[in-house]
């Protein structure tokens, strides 16, 4: 199976930044796409960013210009760098990793954007 490690949550000011990694092991070969989501409480989980194997990649309208997401195909990581967060950024992150058609996650890591 596939197994995903998120990292890199936690408290910070809106403005601040923070950088989310998610560590990919287990049967990766054949791995696809990968991309970060968030849930907040009381929504449905939504799509932040995700990253082909090639490179390609695709945000939500709300973090334009102020994520970024990028993948070292050689350590199985993919990072989320977000910048100038905003209040509204608040949820639980989710990784989440393409293999043959399937999908696989990783168990989450809290961000909280607060003063």
């Known amino acids: 199976q596939v197994q995903l490690v998120e990292s890199g949550g936690g408290t910070v000011q809106p403005g601040g930044s923070l950088r989310l990694s998610c560590v990919v092991s287990?049967?990766?070969?054949?791995?696809?796409?990968m991309g970060w989501y968030r849930q907040a409480p009381g929504k449905q989980r939504e799509l932040v960013a995700d990253?082909?194997?090639?490179?390609?990649?695709d945000y939500a309208d709300s973090v334009k210009g102020r994520f970024t997401i990028s993948r070292d195909n050689a350590k199985n990581t993919v990072y989320l760098q977000m910048n100038s967060l905003k209040p509204e950024d608040t949820a639980v992150y989710y990784c989440?990793?393409?293999?043959w058609g399937n999908g696989y996650w990783g168990q989450g890591t809290q961000v909280t954007v607060s003063s």
């Open positions: 990253i082909t194997s090639g490179g390609s990649t």
């Open positions: 989440k990793a393409v293999r």
């Open positions: 287990g049967r990766i070969f054949g791995l696809n796409a």
